[in-house]
């Protein structure tokens, strides 16, 4: 019978974090990277779903500029673990819509985050939602290629994140 002494538990715990460390990182390389205009009257959501789905892929960042007709975004109450919807139904800038794309329950997923000016000079912003509807867009996206980037389900945050 091995005896539990305190310096095999502690070698022990230093090895996991070894582990931990020596984990090998997610690399990515840039396949191809593009500019497109995104359609007046379209989702703004579905919009940059659509444009890297065209292109065969399930991996990629994105930035956008332009316009919205009316949005709606949300922040994420950490307490609930629920979304917060907001809705603007006004005319306002894409200062900054950025994010990236992967794989979600075996499909094509979009996280974006984007801040709206609006005509006094005020910004808002949040979590992309579809309900968002673009007057003018110019996207700039970048297609990944590595290993598949897949969101799970994680306990701590409520939030499908990417696997570890
Ligand atoms: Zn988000």
């Not at 332009?66 to 307490?79: C, E, M, P």
Request: some cysteine; charged content about 30%; aromatic content about 12%.
């Amino acid at each position: 019978m091995v005896k539990d002494t305190g310096l095999s538990r502690q070698k022990h715990e230093f090895k996991s974090r070894w582990d931990y460390f020596e984990k090998p990182m997610a690399r990515y390389t840039i396949k191809e990277t593009f500019l497109e205009r995104l359609q007046n009257g379209e989702d703004l959501y579905r919009s940059i779903r659509d444009t890297f789905q065209r292109r065969g892929t399930t991996m990629g960042i994105f930035f956008a500029i332009g316009a919205v007709r009316k949005a709606i975004v949300a922040f994420y109450d950490q307490g609930k673990k629920t979304y917060e919807n907001m809705r603007f139904d006004e005319s306002a800038e894409i200062l900054s819509c950025t994010g990236n794309i992967s794989i979600t329950e075996g499909d094509i997923s979009v996280h974006g985050h984007i801040v709206l000016g609006f005509k006094d000079g005020t910004t808002k912003g949040g979590h992309l939602l579809e309900g968002t509807t673009i007057f003018a867009c110019e996207l700039f996206g970048i297609i990944l290629e590595g290993e598949p980037l897949e969101r799970i389900y994680d306990e701590i945050t409520g939030l499908k994140l990417w696997s570890p």
